[in-house]
């Protein structure tokens, strides 16, 4: 039994009659941050809480890009041990910012997050609160609240509904 080399290119898939084709996966573009990284006096109250407490200000942060799934004191005691035990608390409230960054197609600006987070930790968390602050969230709330705030109980305000299906014969 001989191999052959030719290979024939399969022709693309047709869609199902009633179905859609699926369009090319466009890349999304990438905007800009609300506020710049130093302007922390932008919101004054935020940043004293940031500068004397900012366990609390990671740990608001983090129940809203954590969708709820870590509670304000819970990312809070883990940031306060790292601060404490290791000084790297700077990777962890990294993790965020580019979690956060990618779910809102935000730019990685001035520089890699992890390089904002090391330089210029209290800046960077300030810049994350007062971006989600003006996304809408109130981070005094948490995750649950401002979801039953905008009207859905506990209904994730970027999830997809499930579609519509009707009885067919």
């Known amino acids: 039994m001989e191999y052959s080399k030719q290979t024939e290119m399969a022709p693309p898939p047709q869609s199902a009659p009633g179905y859609p084709v699926a369009a090319p996966y466009a890349t999304p573009q990438l905007q800009a941050w609300s506020t710049g990284l130093c302007g922390c006096f932008d919101d004054v109250s935020n ?8 366990c609390i200000s990671f740990g608001q942060i983090a129940e809203i890009v954590d969708r709820g799934n870590t509670s304000c004191g819970t990312a809070g005691a883990i940031y306060t041990l790292l601060a404490c035990l290791t000084g790297c608390q700077w990777i962890y409230s990294c993790t965020y910012r580019n979690r956060m960054r990618i779910e809102n197609n935000l730019q990685e600006d001035p520089c890699a997050d992890c390089c ?5 930790e209290f800046c960077a968390l300030c810049q994350m609160s007062r971006e989600l602050k003006n996304r809408g969230w109130d981070l005094n709330l948490g995750y649950r609240l401002n979801l039953e705030r905008r009207g859905g109980m506990f209904q994730d305000p970027t999830a997809i509904p499930p579609p519509t299906q009707g009885m067919t014969r």
Request: aromatic share 16%; hydrophobic share 30%.
């Open 116 to 120: 904002v987070h090391f330089c210029c």
């Open 47 to 54: 940043c004293c809480l940031t500068c004397w407490c900012p």
